[in-house]
C-alpha cells in the first residue's frame, strides 16, 4: 500500500507560481509511475503530469507543457508539481497519484492522496 499526501496549494493571482509537493511512503516508489490529475468545479479529473520513478522521465499534458514541472526527490520519497505562469483554468483541486504504467489513464493509478486545492484569480 502507498500513502500519498499532498501539500502546497493555496490562492495566488494569475501569472504568479505554486509548489505542490507529495509526500509518498509505504511503497518500493521504484517501481510506480507517479502522476499529477487535477479536478475542477463541474468537470472530470484530468491528466496533468507523470514520471518514472526510478528513470525520470517525465510527461506533461499539452496544456501545461511550458509552464508546470514535474519532479522527484529519492531522499526524501517527494514528488513535486512546480506550476509557474498560472492561469484562472488551473483552478482544480490537484491529486498525486501512483500506479504501474506510463499512462494518463485514470483508472490505471492504484493509489491517490485527497488532493490539495489550487485557486488562480484573475
Known amino acids: 500500500q502507498v500513502q500519498l499526501v499532498e501539500s502546497g496549494g493555496g490562492l495566488v493571482q494569475a501569472g504568479g507560481s505554486l509548489r505542490l509537493s507529495c509526500a509518498a511512503s509505504?511503497?518500493?516508489?521504484?517501481?510506480?509511475?507517479m502522476g499529477w490529475f487535477r479536478q475542477a468545479p463541474g468537470k472530470e479529473r484530468e491528466f496533468v503530469a507523470r514520471?518514472?520513478?526510478?528513470?525520470?522521465?517525465?510527461y506533461l499534458a499539452d496544456s501545461v507543457k511550458g509552464r508546470f514541472t514535474i519532479s522527484r526527490d529519492n531522499a526524501k520519497n517527494a514528488l513535486y508539481l512546480q506550476m509557474n505562469s498560472l492561469k484562472p483554468e488551473d483552478t482544480a483541486v490537484y491529486y498525486c497519484?501512483?500506479?504501474?504504467?506510463?499512462?494518463?489513464?485514470?483508472?490505471?493509478?492504484?493509489?491517490w492522496g485527497r488532493g490539495t486545492q489550487v485557486t488562480v484569480s484573475s
Open positions: 497519484a501512483a500506479g504501474r504504467y506510463e499512462t494518463i489513464a485514470i483508472n490505471a493509478y492504484d493509489y
Open positions: 509505504g511503497g518500493t516508489l521504484s517501481r510506480y509511475v
Open positions: 514520471i518514472r520513478w526510478s528513470a525520470g522521465s517525465t
